[in-house]
């Protein structure tokens, strides 16, 4: 046989990659891809979502630190449309105003840090033993709930505003959450924010408020889609009139209670505000007075210290505001 031919011809043995060499492998046989899981995808969008959820609240109580709220969820449901509502910086608000609020709604304002937990457990005291219901909301409870949430009661609504209230409690300054609080607070029927009611009620800016008018606008807070700042009945005259001594303005007798709400008497804008109405609980009724010199717009501190010795005042005589039966305040401002 021709060599170069042989050299040709194809070889007999067996390769290294076939089964009959002896130094053949089998090949690994690759498992078939798996499928994806159901439901993973939607686990880690729902733990997107609940972490995005949880941040949005933050974020917005971080930025409303500095920017004013275009509005909020109390003026979203206001019955009485359009609502009057314009922002004012705290430089052009009277500080009566301020003064008023803190010894009208929450004295210990400048003390706790969102709660007012004596408050609250006399409350919760005063109903176990069947005694007229009182609000304990603090400044804050009520700048958290008036911002986000909706009237009325419920467990739900008030973890929520918990929670919202130690929020902006921690990111706020005091003096953040007392401007925001006048500026969304309601003062009458759709009318929202301090400068809205002083023009509405007075025909003043917030700047000009004098004490007396301060003190009927914190007096309506409680209800003000029941009392009328504008017009006021017996009773609002007779708590203006606490508020006053609480800020220093009127001397204080032996006590100062705050007067008792027997009835909210139904609000009517153009006429007196002691027209029947459905009966009302007492609001808070803080035995403790503030020091009887009175407060200056120059340079008083926005809240006096308090006196804890202070006896109760005489309780004012509301029969002629409304009948004696108690229910609960408004849950409105």
């Known amino acids: 046989m021709n060599p170069a031919r042989a050299r040709r011809l194809p070889s007999l043995e067996p390769r290294l990659s076939e089964p009959g060499h002896d130094l053949y492998v089998p090949p690994r046989r690759q498992p078939p891809p798996r499928a994806p899981r159901p439901g993973v995808p939607l686990i880690g969008a729902l733990i997107w979502l609940l972490l995005g959820s949880a941040a949005l609240p933050v974020v917005l109580i971080l930025a409303l630190r500095w920017l004013p709220p275009p509005t909020t969820a109390f003026m979203l449901q206001s019955p009485v449309t359009p609502v009057r509502h314009e922002w004012v910086p705290a430089t052009r608000i009277a500080k009566s105003m301020r003064h008023a609020v803190v010894a009208s709604e929450d004295q210990k304002f400048f003390e706790h840090r969102g709660f007012d937990f004596e408050a609250i457990e006399q409350a919760l005291s005063d109903q176990r033993d069947g005694g007229r219901r009182r609000g304990a909301s603090t400044i804050s409870q009520q700048t958290a709930k008036n911002l986000f949430l909706w009237p009325g009661g419920g467990y739900a609504r008030k973890g929520i505003e918990a929670v919202l209230t130690v929020l902006i409690e921690t990111l706020w300054p005091k003096d953040r959450i007392l401007e925001v609080y006048l500026n969304i607070a309601e003062f009458g029927p759709g009318i929202y924010g301090v400068e809205a009611a002083a023009r509405s009620h007075f025909g003043k800016s917030a700047a000009a408020l004098s004490a007396a008018e301060?003190?009927?606008?914190?007096?309506?807070?409680?209800?003000?889609?029941?009392?009328?700042?504008?017009?006021?009945?017996?009773?609002v005259q007779s708590r203006s009139a606490w508020i006053l001594q609480q800020m220093g303005h009127r001397p204080r007798p032996s006590a100062a209670a705050e007067p008792a709400v027997r009835a909210q008497p139904q609000l009517d804008p153009d006429t007196d505000d002691t027209a029947p109405a459905a009966p009302a609980a007492a609001t808070r009724n803080?035995?403790?007075?503030?020091?009887?010199q009175p407060f200056t717009d120059a340079d008083?501190?926005?809240?006096?210290?308090?006196?804890?010795?202070a006896a109760p005042l005489p309780v004012p005589d509301a029969s002629t505001d409304a009948p004696p039966d108690a229910a609960a305040p408004d849950d409105a401002h």
């Open 300 to 309: 008083a501190p926005i809240a006096a210290p308090l006196d804890a010795d």
């Open 286 to 292: 803080d035995a403790a007075g503030i020091d009887t």
């Open 214 to 235: 301060s003190a009927r606008l914190a007096a309506v807070l409680p209800s003000p889609r029941r009392w009328s700042a504008r017009n006021p009945g017996p009773y």
